[in-house]
């Protein structure tokens, strides 16, 4: 149980989506460690957020090199992030780039079987041009079948809707409180 007991959101994404990336834009300092390297974060780890709550970094999913143990584990801090008493919701992170992959399907079927509230962070936003911005975003919304308000477009690097995340968040904090 972390003290003081503080609502919760968890942040969900494959390896190398630029979960670690996102988290530092959005709180504007280097809380996470980023890597070129897929698959650095192995534990659960906890940023306490202007003493109002939590945001919880979990591994990336479907990383390639990860064994059969590990990824079992992954699995088991999965469930238990997602049952956790003062979780507000999920920042689900897919790289606007890709389709959504077999691990992003099956994500996506843990996140419905177990009611998450989910916000889609579509990452990377600043390695397409407008137009295909605009074309991905409604693609993986149809995709995904995910209504306009829960995907957002995002960049670490240029900033693209960071602030609208972070108030996606607090809507999240505050609705379920």
Known sequence: MLDPPLPEVAFIGRSNVGKSSLLNALVG???????ATPGKTRALNVFLIDASHYLLDLPGYGYARAGKAQRAA???LVKHALVRERLRGVVWLLDMRHSPSVDDRAMQDVLVEGETHVLAALTKSDKLSQAERRTRERELRDDLGLPEDQILVTSAVTGEGIADLREAIAGLITAAA
């Open 29 to 35: 300092r280097r809380i996470a460690k980023t890597s």
């Open 74 to 76: 992954y699995r088991g």
